[in-house]
């Protein structure tokens, strides 16, 4: 396999020099088609469910750019991807807030984007990376029969195993390609980040978990790649009784909108 290094352009204002986001894979898709989204499902675990949510990051963003968004999280605690039914999360329920009006008989998807986070190194687990391939494949199949898009979360390294970066990137893109769904760098956010700014810590002192920073970074990489505009400018400083300093915020808003632009080639 021909190795692929991903540059940072000189103009890149966190560093001010080249850098290389830590994959040598390329990501097939690099946009979804819709920037217009007004609903998600988020699936996940603890990496997503922590400090009240990155729903709610994401709905802070959405809410100060007044852009209409509603979500719900489904997560569960040490939860792998086999641990999900898609099926019934994307099933109507009697009563369900998210099942929408029919059109011409036909009903539309309930969310129009639904986030697949796995366990936190489930694509590189030896034991568990093919339980992540076989699931990973059968829920984006899930999510596009009911009319949805998937997108794919990268999960980051382990504070004190900042190796594992490059081969969760590595594995994640490899298993979307493989279903031609676009991944969300996080993992990539995460060591972009920490190779500037170490002092601003994205870890629980489990050395897994994501920080309030951590959480808001989450948050901003999702809200850049949904509507495909920068979280860079916004006073929202986090969920939860967690707000972070304005500096923090701000510093963190550039690191999710500048690995956005990296990783999928996208122009200002």
Same mark, same amino acid.
């Given at each position: 396999?021909?190795?692929?290094?991903?540059?940072?352009?000189?103009?890149?204002?966190?560093?001010?020099?080249?850098?290389?986001?830590?994959?040598?894979?390329?990501?097939?898709?690099?946009?979804?088609?819709?920037?217009?989204?007004?609903?998600?499902?988020?699936?996940?675990?603890?990496?997503?469910?922590?400090?009240?949510?990155?729903?709610?990051?994401?709905?802070?963003?959405?809410?100060?750019?007044?852009?209409?968004?509603?979500?719900?999280?489904?997560?569960?605690?040490?939860?792998?991807?086999?641990?999900?039914?898609?099926?019934?999360?994307?099933?109507?329920?009697?009563?369900?807030?998210?099942?929408?009006?029919?059109?011409?008989?036909?009903?539309?998807?309930?969310?129009?984007?639904?986030?697949?986070?796995?366990?936190?190194?489930?694509?590189?687990?030896?034991? =568990?990376? /093919?339980?992540?391939? &076989? !699931? %990973?494949? $059968?829920?984006?199949?899930?999510?596009?029969?009911?009319?949805?898009?998937?997108?794919?979360?990268?999960?980051?390294?382990?504070?004190?195993?900042?190796?594992?970066?490059?081969?969760?990137?590595?594995?994640?893109?490899?298993?979307?390609?493989?279903?031609?769904?676009?991944?969300?760098?996080?993992?990539?956010?995460?060591?972009?980040?920490?190779?500037?700014?170490?002092?601003?810590?994205?870890?629980?002192?489990?050395?897994?978990?994501?920080?309030?920073?951590?959480?808001?970074?989450?948050?901003?990489?999702?809200?850049?790649?949904?509507?495909?505009?920068?979280?860079?400018?916004?006073?929202?400083?986090?969920?939860?009784?967690?707000? =972070?300093? /304005?500096?923090?915020? &701000? !510093? %963190?808003? $550039?690191?999710?909108?500048?690995?956005?632009?990296?990783?999928?080639?996208?122009?200002?």
């Amino acid at each position: 396999m021909r190795k692929i290094i991903w540059t940072v352009a000189s103009a890149f204002i966190l560093s001010g020099a080249a850098n290389a986001l830590e994959t040598d894979v390329a990501p097939k898709i690099t946009d979804i088609q819709n920037h217009q989204p007004s609903t998600a499902l988020y699936v996940g675990n603890s990496y997503s469910f922590y400090n009240c949510g990155v729903h709610g990051y994401v709905r802070g963003f959405a809410k100060e750019s007044k852009t209409p968004w509603k979500a719900r999280l489904q997560t569960i605690s040490s939860g792998k991807l086999s641990f999900h039914n898609l099926q019934e999360y994307l099933t109507p329920h009697e009563g369900d807030p998210y099942v929408k009006e029919s059109k011409d008989g036909k009903t539309p998807p309930m969310f129009d984007v639904v986030l697949l986070q796995a366990l936190s190194t489930e694509p590189i687990n030896p034991k =568990l990376a /093919p339980n992540f391939k &076989k !699931y %990973l494949k $059968q829920h984006i199949e899930t999510i596009r029969e009911h009319g949805s898009t998937p997108i794919v979360v990268m999960t980051w390294a382990r504070q004190d195993k900042p190796e594992q970066t490059r081969h969760l990137a590595n594995a994640t893109i490899e298993a979307a390609n493989a279903s031609d769904a676009i991944v969300l760098p996080v993992g990539l956010a995460f060591a972009e980040s920490l190779k500037k700014r170490p002092d601003l810590i994205l870890h629980q002192k489990d050395k897994s978990h994501p920080t309030a920073a951590g959480s808001y970074l989450y948050g901003a990489m999702i809200y850049g790649l949904l509507f495909k505009k920068s979280p860079e400018g916004f006073k929202f400083l986090g969920e939860c009784e967690k707000p =972070l300093k /304005p500096a923090d915020a &701000k !510093y %963190l808003q $550039q690191v999710a909108w500048n690995v956005l632009k990296e990783f999928y080639g996208w122009k200002d």
